[in-house]
């Protein structure tokens, strides 16, 4: 079923915590996976350090930042808890969904077919 939903999925959130080291072990792995799903086509993928609210640190930032420049990544850390970098996380994400996705020209006749097919509708 993981692979279903990477095989269609246009862009990934990778989230570890950071007070466990094993949950930033477990990002390269869950990369590689995605990459060899998507037959190493560069998707959009951001690596989202959660619970920076703790006063407990494991992983450092630097060492997240490092991460997620070795991967070709996007970076940010959030808490959850208290909501702080969690709305940018994704606005990150999509932002750079929406960058790779160029208009096609098949779109572009749909739209144009679908605004043809409605404008001539009227309702009652």
């Known amino acids: 079923m993981q692979e279903n939903w990477i095989s269609h999925g246009k862009g990934f959130a990778l989230v570890y915590s950071i007070d466990s080291e094993g949950s930033f072990q477990e990002i390269k792995k ?3 996976r995605i990459d060899r799903i998507k037959n190493f086509q560069q998707v959009p993928v951001i690596l989202i350090g959660n619970k920076c609210d703790l006063p407990n640190r494991k992983i450092e930032i630097e060492k997240g930042k490092e991460l997620a420049n070795e991967l070709g990544m996007l970076f ?4 959850a ?8 996380a994704f606005v990150s994400l999509v932002k750079e969904i929406r960058k790779r996705e160029a208009p096609t020209e098949k779109k572009k006749k749909d739209k144009s077919f679908f605004k043809k097919l409605f404008s001539a509708c009227s309702l009652i």
Do not use: A, D, Q, V
């Open 76 to 79: 940010i850390e959030t808490s």
């Open 81 to 88: 808890k208290t909501g702080m970098n969690c709305e940018e």
């Open 30 to 32: 869950i990369k590689r």
